[in-house]
C-alpha cells in the first residue's frame, strides 16, 4: 500500500486526545481514534504512546502479535515527514531482535551438572527424614 499523506511532527502532536488520537510507529502515521476503546491494553497505553511522540520503542517492547501488526495497517494515513527509516519498519529494531537471536545462540542451551539434580534430592531426603523424626520418634519420647 503507498502512502502519499506525510505529516510534520508539529502536526501530529495536535492529535494526542481520546477524540483524535494518533500514533507514530517505524515512521508511519496511525489514527488510532476508532480503535481505542479496543485497545487490549486499554485506552491509556495509546493516549500515552501518542503523548510521547513516537510510540515505536513502546510497541516493539510489548511484543505485539502478527495478527495486531497486520491490524494496524487498516488505520494507516501517512508517514512522518522526512522519516529517514525505510518503507519497511525500523532497521534498529529489526537489528536488535537479531542481535539477541544471536546472542541466544551464542550462548547455547542452558547448562546442567550433577548438583542440579543431587541437590533438590538431599533437600528433599533431609525433609522426609525431619518430618518422620518428629512423626514417630519425637512423640514416642514425649509420652514416656
Known amino acids: ?7 510534520s511532527h508539529s502536526e501530529i502532536t495536535l492529535h494526542t486526545s ?7 510507529i517505524h515512521g508511519k502515521v496511525y489514527d488510532v481514534t476508532t480503535f481505542l476503546e479496543d485497545h487490549p491494553g486499554g485506552e ?11 510510540a515505536t520503542q513502546s ?16 488505520y494507516l494515513i ?8 525505510g518503507s519497511g519498519g525500523a532497521p534498529k529494531a529489526r537489528e536488535g ?5 544471536r546472542a541466544m545462540q551464542e550462548r547455547g542451551p542452558p547448562s546442567s551438572n ?13 525433609a522426609f527424614g525431619a518430618w ?13
Open 59 to 74: 510497541f516493539e517492547d510489548v511484543g505485539h502479535s502478527s495478527a495486531a501488526t497486520s491490524l494496524m495497517e487498516g
Open 114 to 126: 550433577f548438583l542440579d539434580y543431587i541437590l533438590p534430592l538431599f533437600i528433599l531426603a533431609v
Open 1 to 7: 500500500m503507498q502512502i502519499s499523506n506525510k505529516y
Open 97 to 101: 531482535g537479531a542481535m539477541r537471536a
Open 44 to 54: 491509556d497505553v495509546l493516549l500515552h504512546a501518542s503523548a510521547s511522540g513516537d
Open 18 to 24: 481520546k477524540k483524535d488520537c494518533w500514533l507514530v
Open 132 to 144: 518422620y523424626y518428629l512423626t514417630h520418634y519425637a512423640h514416642d519420647k514425649a509420652t514416656y
Open 78 to 85: 501517512g508517514v512522518v515527514e522526512g522519516y529517514n527509516g
